[in-house]
C-alpha cells in the first residue's frame, strides 16, 4: 500500500487524541471523585446512583421520624412516670386514712395533701413536647386539663349502660340510704340539653322528670331527699353532677343510653371535655365539635410501616378517676366539725370512701404501668427500628460509594499508565513525521 | 532517406520540454500537498511518434507530456460518501443527547430526583408536625421548587428544540450554498473539457463540495456522456435530482401550519423544494446531518397519534375510535391515506374512546380574502364566501387551475379541500369542498410521524406524563380533605379553578404539561389549604391524608415503569443508553471513516518523498536533455566550421 504524508499525520492525529481521550476520562474521574460524569458513561451506574441517593435520603428520613418519634415517647412515659408516682403516693394516703383510726382532722390533712398531688398531677398530664400536648389525640393545641378557669360553653353527651349505675351510701336526714346514682364527668353542670333519651327509658315513659336547683333542694315529695328520688323520677342533681334513680326503677335502665347537658364553668385543674366526650364547644368560632377516637398520630419509619408514637389521655387518666379524688376532697372537706348526727354519719361514710378510692387508685396504677409499659415497647421498637436504619444507612452509602466513587490508587496508576502512553505516542510521532527525503539530499 | 539536420537539437528540445513540464506537475503536486481533498496528478509521458529511417528501422523522435491524470479512485469516494453521512447523524445526535443529559442533570444532587426528593422531605416533616404552619409553608414552597424545576426544563427542552430547528435550517442553506457551487463547477468543468482533457484541480473541488454535502445528506452523484462526448453531472439527495450540471433545484424551509406532536414548538421547519414539493425525507435511507436533526427534533418513540376512522368520509365531521393517545393540538393535520387534512376543533367521547374531528372552518363567516397556494405552490389570494362550512364558493376565480387538493386560510384559520367542482360558463364558479376523502372509512390516520428515535418530543412527552400523574395523584388526596372539598394542589398556569379539573378524567389532566405545570396559587397564598386529614372535626395533629400522599412515593401501580422513583430513573437510563449507543456507534463509524480517508490518500495523496525522487528525477532528465543540446551543438560546430575547409 502507498502510504502518503497525509495518511501519517491522520493517524497519528487519531491516535494521538484517541490518548488524549483516555487521559482526560481519568483526569475527570479524579478531579471529581466520580466514575460517571453523565449518565451516558455507564447508565447502569447513573441508574444505580439515582436509586441509593433517594433510598439514603430516605433512610435519613425514616430515622429521623424515629427519632422524633422517640423524643415524643420519652416525654410521654416521663409524664406517665410522675403520674403513677403520684398515684402511689395518694394510694399510701389512702391506705392510711381508710383505717378507722384517724379523725376527721388527719383525714381532712390527708386530703388536703391529695388536692397538692393534684395540682403536680395536672402539670404533669399536659405534659408537652415541643408545644404540643403529647396526650391530646389530634388536639395537641389543646391541654388536657384546663390550666385556668374556662367560661366556654360545652355541650357535653355522655354514653352509659346500665352497668354504670352504682350503689352509693349517702346520708339523707340524719339516715343513712342507699343511693343509685350515675355519675356524670364533671359536677356543677348547667341544664340538660336532651331529655329525650331518658324520657324514652322504658321504665319512665310517661314519668315526671325531675331535677333539682343548684342548692341540690329536694324536687318531690318533701319527705324524701335528693338521692332518694321518687319510684319513676330521676333526679338530676347538678351541683354533684349526678342522675339519681329509684331503687325500683334500677333494673329497667336499658342496657344503654345518652345523657346530653352543658356545662359552661370550669374552674382550673377540671379535664378538658374534648378529650373525654363527644360534644361541642358553643364558645369558639366556630364552633368546635369533638367525638373521642383513639387518635393515633402515626410516623412513618420505615418502608411502608407506620407507628403511633402518642398516647390518648384517657390511657392515663380516667374522668372517673379525676372524679373519684374531686368527690372525696368536696365530701372531706364539707363535713362540718359540729359534732351533729349528719356530720358523725358522714364520718362514718367517709372510711368507705377512701376504701372505695383505693380500689379505684390501685386499678389506675395498673393501668398507668399497662400504658408505659406500651410507651416502653414503642421506645423499644423505635430503638430497634434507629439501629436497623443506621445499619441501612450505612449498606447504602457503601453502595453508592461502590458504585459511582472511583478507587484513586487505581485511578491514579492507570492514569500515569495511560500518561505514559500518551508521552510515547507523542515521542513517536515526533520521530516518524520529521524526516523526508529532503533530510538526505546534500 | 536523410533527416534533417537539426533533428538531434529537435529531440533534445523535446526532453527539455518534457522534463519541465513533469518538474511544473512535481512542483504542483508539492504545492499541493496540504491542499484538502487535492488529488495527486501525473504528467503521462510518452515517445513522440518514431521516424522511419529506411533500412535502419525506426528512429525515435523524442518524448511529450501527453495527458495530465489524477489518481482517484471514484468507489473510494463513493464509499467514503456513504460514511461520512452516517458520522454526520450520529455527530449530531451525539450532541443532541449530550445537551439533553446536561438538561436532565443527573445523576447530581440539583437534578430533578432532588427536588422531588426535597418534597417529600417536607412531607414527613409535615407528618410529624402536621399542626405547624410553618412546616407547612415549607411544604408548599418544595412543591413550588419542584414545579419551577420542571419548568425550566420545560423551557430549555423547549430551546434545544429550536436550536435543532434552527440547524436543520442552516443545513438546507448549506444545501442550497453547495448545489449553487456544484452548478458553477459543472459549468466551468464542462467548458474546459471540451478539449477532451480532464479538469483535474475542478473536479477536485467537485468531489470537495460533494464531500461536504456528504455531511448533511446521503448523496447520489452520476457523471453521464452524451453522443457528443459532452459529460453532464448530477447529483441527488435522496433519491431526488438536487443539480443537473448547470442547474439545480433549491430547497426552502416552510414553518409548519400545524404541531406534528402536541409537544412541538411552534413553527418547526418542514422542508421544500423551491418549486413546491415537499422533500421526501420519511423514508429509511435517508441519513446524515439533516436526519439527525429531524431525528432529534421530530422523535416521539412511534408515539405519535393513531387511530382507526370510523366515519365521516365526505363529510366535515370524522369520527376516530381507539385514538393512541388524546392529548393531541387543538389545531391540527390528520393524515389520511396520504392525504392531509386539517382539523380545527376536536370532541372527546370517553365513553366510546372516540375523537370526532371537525374539518370545516372553526367560525361561520361569510367569507373574505383567503389566501390559498397554486399548483406550483406559490401563494396567491381569492375572493371567497361560503354558505355552509363545507363548501367555498369562488365567485371571480382569477386562477382556474387549482390543484386538486390544497389548503385555504383565512384570517389565519386553515382548513383543506379534496377537490373541487367548477359551474358553467360565463361564471365558472369555482367550488371547492372541504370533506374528508372518499375512502377515509376504516382506515388508520395519524398525525405527525411515527419516528423510532428519541427525541425531544418523546422526553417532553414522557415528562408531561409524569407531571401530570403527579398532579392527579396529589390532587385527588388532596380532595378528601376539608369534608371533600379540599383543593387542587398542582394545576397549570392560568388555572382558575373553572372548570375544575377532573380527578376522574385523564382527559381532564392533559391541559398540564411541563411548561405550565404550577402548584395551585390559592395553595401558595394559603398554604392550610394543605389538607392533613379526611377526618371532619380532627385536631390539627391528624396527618392520615400526608401519610397517603407519603405512600404514593411506593405506590408500584403509578405507572407502567413503577413508583415515581422508578420512572424517572428508567427515563435517566434511557437517555444514557440512547447516548451511550450514538457515541459507540459515532466512534466506530469514525475509524471506518479514517480507514476509507486513509484509502483514499493512499490512492490520491501526496507523497512527499515520492515528489522529491521526481523532482530529482525530472531534474535531471532536464540536465541531461540540456547536455544532450550543448552536444548537438558541438557536432554542428565541428560539421560547419571545421569541416571541408
Redesign the interface.
Known sequence: MRITNTMMTNNILHNINRNKQTLSIYEEQLATGKKIQKPSDDPIVAVRALKFRTNIKEVDQYKSNSEDGISWCEVSEQAVANITDIMKRIRDLCVQAASDTMNIQNRKNTVTEVEQLMNQFMMEINASYAGRHVFGGYKTNVPVIFKEVSTDNYELTEHFSSDDVETVQRVVNDVIVDAHRIRLGYDEVDAPIDLTDLTSLPAFAGGVVTMNSTDATVVGPPDVGPYAPVAGTINFLQDTGELVFNEADVANIPATFDFEYSKNLFKKGDMVPDHYFDGRNTSTVPVTTFTVDPEEILYQISYSQELAVNTMAYDVVTIDMARDIQELVKTTTAIAADSSLTSELEEDLLGDMFGHLLTGVNSHIDNLLDTRADIGVKINRLELTINRLSEDNLNFTELMSKNEDIDFAEVMVKMSSQDAVYNASLQASSQIIQPSLLDFIR | MARSAFFGIGVGTQGLYTARTALEITNHNIAN??TQGYSRQEGIQKATRPMANGPTGMIGTGSEITNVIQHRDAYLDFKFWNMTNTMGEYDIKDEL??QM??I?N??T?TGM??FF?NM??AL?EM???A?DTTVRSNLVASMDAFTDYIQDMGSQLSELQQEVNFGLKTNVDQINFYAQQLTTLNQQIGNLELTGKSANDLRDERNRVIDELSRIINVDTRELTDSNGKKTFRVSINGQLLVHDSIANYLEVRPRVTQNNPEDYVDMYDIYWKSGKELYLDNNNITGELKGYIDARDGNNGENFQGTVLSGEGTTSITVGSPSRTDIPQVGELNINGILIIYNSYTYDEVNDEITFNLGFPASVDGGTASMTDRNGDPYNETVTWDSDSQVRLTNASNQDLPSGGKISLNGDWVTYTSYSKGPAPDYEITLNIAAPAGSDTTTTFIGDDMSFKGVPYYVSQLNEFVRTIAKEFNTINEMGNGGTGTQLFAFEGYTGVPPLDINSDFSYEQINIHNFVVNSAVIDDPDLVEA?A??????????LI?DL??LK?DTTMFKQGEP?NF???L??E??????QV?SFRDGQESLL?LV??QR???S?????EE??NM?KYQQAYNVAAKIISVMDEIYDTTINRMGL
Open positions: 500537498a496540504e443527547l449530550s443529559e446536561l436532565f443527573e445523576p444532587e430526583t432532588t426528593d417529600y422531605k414527613h407528618a410529624t408536625n399542626g386529614t377526618l371532619t372535626d380532627a385536631g390539627e395533629a391528624a396527618n392520615d401519610l407519603i405512600e411506593h422513583g424517572m430513573q428508567s435517566i437510563g437517555i444514557g443508553i440512547d447516548s451511550q457515541i479514517l480517508e486513509n490518500l493512499s490512492v495523496g501526496v507523497d512527499l518523498n522529491t525522487t530529482l
